[in-house]
């Protein structure tokens, strides 16, 4: 008899919804809902996307769920359980002030790394309770819960809609908050007070495969995890595989069995979703980068794709830094975009269609330089989200990175990763079950146009050094970076 799981994926866009097989990870149904676009919105929005994605009976016969959210939003609730105001959410970057100045006030980068495991940016949820508490102090005041998007909807499921239930967790959402060390597995209550002012009630953190509850309708509900922990569960990752991640953020991650201490900051040293830890680089720019670039040229994306085929590597001298809504990493959180080496040959249409597909992935491919710098085996990269899926991304990919590329089959693996984290609690085992994962595109580099991809990438690291010379070396970025 098939058993059937749910498992959620709450993003910046939008609730995907799969059920499946609990024993194969086979897709059996699945539903969507959009979500308002902009950087904070008020969490009923998810919870209404939420009922809209499973109505019509996408849940019959299923015995369990988990959810996989954006990570470092912040839901700041009042002691009935009422938002205080819309939640901020990880790509907005107004607290970028207040992440440099708790920052300093801790000491300094390595401080932060010491007892948080990350260096704080904008994206951080103490950094946006920091600013909460400067700009909106009566909101800040009211807060007595604070919780991360997936911890707010497990809890609404758990409660039938209604904010009754203790808040739930997992380490790797808890992991991405800033007052949370994932090498201790404890939170920090003094960072709490450092940018709050108090110490509100925080999420129970739920280990690895524990369930949270269940739901009036007697559906059990696993403690759910950040979409780039669920996205490598999803894909049962292996010793060697560096995940690209091509969404409305760009990540770059891998598993460890060692936590990783980077003091540059480029590096957040998260936890997973089984156990171990999840090293991750985040940008604020990817897919968006190519829809804004093709909106320019007048195309689609497909069409994008067919005229940066035409153009030769280095896109006739043309270099984008794609920092179109500021930057994570490098830490440029007020930047602008650069396009340099305009000259009246390189101004076509096909050189700026492959500007913006290369400037896009060596943004990328310096974060898995950094993964690489900080002792992880990369030995091919899983290159997954919605630009994946372009003919061209792939190969410029191992090109500009120097590795293996492999496209896993068309599917949604933050869904699929909470889906199989609620199999793995159903079964009740000390490990998730074994889902296969097929891989439908493998690219390796084109060794020919090795000297051209190596160029576009010394141009790229020359031109963010010279227009954002407050970085740095960009080469020592990951300089103090050392496994634990």
């Known amino acids: 008899m098939t058993r059937l799981v749910a498992g959620v994926d709450s993003s910046t866009q939008s609730t995907k919804v799969v059920v499946c097989d609990a024993a ?22 998810w919870w209404d996307a939420w009922c809209e994605a499973t109505r019509g009976g996408l849940l019959d016969g299923v015995e369990a769920i988990a959810v996989g959210g954006q990570q470092h939003g912040m839901v700041a609730t009042d002691e009935s359980g009422e938002v205080v105001r819309d939640a901020l959410l990880w790509n907005d970057t107004r607290s970028a002030p207040q992440a440099r100045a708790l920052v300093e ?28 508490a400067e700009h909106e102090p009566e909101h800040a005041a009211r807060t007595s819960r604070v919780e991360l ?20 967790t997992d380490r790797g959402e808890a992991s991405g908050t ?39 309708d007697g559906l059990l509900v696993g403690a759910g995890t950040g979409d780039n922990m669920a996205a490598g569960l999803g894909l049962g990752l292996e010793p060697g595989d560096v995940v690209v991640s091509l969404g409305t953020s760009g990540t770059v991650f891998a598993r460890h069995d060692r936590a990783v201490a980077d003091p540059s900051g480029d590096i957040a040293g998260f936890a997973d979703a089984e156990g171990g830890f999840l090293p991750l680089v985040c940008t604020l720019n990817a897919a968006r980068v190519l829809v804004a670039t093709a909106q320019l040229l007048g195309v689609d994306l497909a069409e994008l794709a067919e005229l940066a085929g035409r153009a030769e590597p280095g896109s006739g001298g043309l270099t984008l830094l794609p920092f179109l809504d500021g930057e994570r990493t490098p830490n440029l959180p007020t930047a602008t975009g650069t396009l340099g080496g305009l000259t009246r040959a390189a101004m076509t249409r096909e050189g700026m269609a492959r500007a913006a597909h290369e400037g896009m992935l060596c943004n990328l491919a310096e974060g898995v330089d950094r993964i690489r710098e900080a002792g992880i085996e990369a030995r091919r990269v899983l290159l997954i989200g919605g630009a994946s899926a372009s003919p061209l991304v792939p190969q410029i990919t191992a090109d500009l990175i120097g590795l293996p590329v492999v496209v896993p089959a068309s599917g949604e693996y933050v869904a699929l990763g909470a889906a199989r984290q609620a199999a793995w609690v159903l079964d009740g085992g000390e490990a998730p079950p074994t889902w296969s994962v097929r891989h439908d595109v493998t690219r390796e580099p084109d060794g020919s146009a090795a000297q051209a991809h190596a160029e576009v990438r010394e141009r790229y690291t020359e031109l963010l050094r010279t227009r954002h010379p407050e970085l740095g070396e960009v080469a020592a970025g990951a300089a103090g970076a050392q496994a634990l």
């Open 24 to 45: 194969t990870g086979e897709v059996v149904r699945q539903g969507r809902a959009a979500h308002p676009d902009g950087t904070e919105v008020d969490p009923m929005r």
């Open 105 to 132: 006030e801790l000491g300094g980068p390595q401080a932060w790394v010491d007892s948080a495991g990350s260096v704080p940016t904008a994206s951080f949820t103490v950094t946006k309770l920091r600013w909460l």
């Open 149 to 168: 998007p997936h911890d707010w909807l497990t809890g609404r499921m758990l409660d039938g809609g209604e904010p009754v239930a203790p808040a739930v």
């Open 178 to 216: 800033g007052y949370y060390s994932p090498a201790s597995g404890e939170y920090l209550p003094d960072l709490l007070r450092r940018s709050l002012g108090h110490v509100p009630e925080l999420p129970r953190v739920l280990g690895p495969g524990e369930a949270a509850g269940r739901t009036p």
